[in-house]
């Protein structure tokens, strides 16, 4: 589906989206244009065991220890638990 409806701007390319002064100005831009179907599907990320490395990080054991109570009592693996802490703030900061 290469096409938008007649009143929406096709957006092929993520450039093409300007920052936004307010939510209301990101509103009415929205309201005039749609993401390209190629684009949208482009941007979903895959995870792929074949992209993982692997790395050491040197904890205190009681703050490990902490950790892994903090992920038993969640029904984690510890390992995936901080992995999912480190995305979380990852994201955190690229919004700042």
């Known amino acids: ?3 938008a409806p007649a009143d929406l ?4 390319a993520w450039k093409d989206v300007p920052a936004f002064e307010s939510e209301e100005a990101e509103g009415k831009y929205w309201a005039a244009h749609q993401l390209d179907a190629r684009l949208m599907q482009a941007s979903i990320h ?5 992209e993982s490395t ?5 904890f205190d054991p009681r ?3 902490r950790i892994k109570r903090v992920a038993r009592r969640r029904y984690l693996n510890y390992q995936s638990m901080i ?3 480190l995305s979380e703030r990852m994201e955190q900061e690229l919004k700042d």
């Open 63 to 65: 703050m490990l220890s």
């Open 1 to 3: 589906m290469d096409t």
């Open 46 to 50: 895959r995870s792929d065991v074949r």
């Open 83 to 85: 992995k999912q802490w």
């Open 9 to 12: 701007k096709l957006i092929r």
């Open 54 to 58: 692997t790395i050491t990080l040197r």
